[in-house]
Nanobody
């Protein structure tokens, strides 16, 4: 069982940056690929970024490439999402997720475990 708790969201102006964190419980954190997803009001959940258990492989949605960076610290059981140059269209609830398969995170938008989400609101 893995529990995920996100933090770091907030209300910011366009162009600002945030660092989202997702703290995981359990002793097998490094065996899970981790992903970030987001869901805006009235829209479906979408993939944002993922990272392999060893942090050797990352993947990003085209809409965030060059602006967002995913990283992880396995010693701290934490995955991060650095979000820069925020735009109003980045406004959403951001969720982290854990799964044994990085491919399943990205392609199927499915995961074994999900966090409760953290709200990011970007004003213009």
């Amino acid at each position: 069982q893995v529990q995920l708790v996100e933090s770091g969201g907030g209300l910011v102006q366009a162009g600002a940056s945030l660092r989202l964190s997702c703290a995981a419980s359990g002793r097998t954190f490094s065996s899970y690929a981790m992903g970030w997803f987001r869901q805006a009001p009235g829209k479906e959940r979408e993939f944002v970024a993922s990272i392999s258990g060893s942090a050797g492989t990352t993947s990003y949605a085209d809409s965030v490439k060059g602006r967002f960076t995913i990283s992880r610290d396995n010693a701290r059981n934490t995955v991060y999402l650095q979000v820069n140059s925020l735009k109003p269209e980045d406004t959403a609830v951001y969720y982290c997720a854990a799964d044994k398969s990085q491919i399943r995170l990205r392609l199927a938008l499915k995961a074994d475990y999900w966090g409760q989400g953290t709200q990011v609101t970007v004003s213009s």
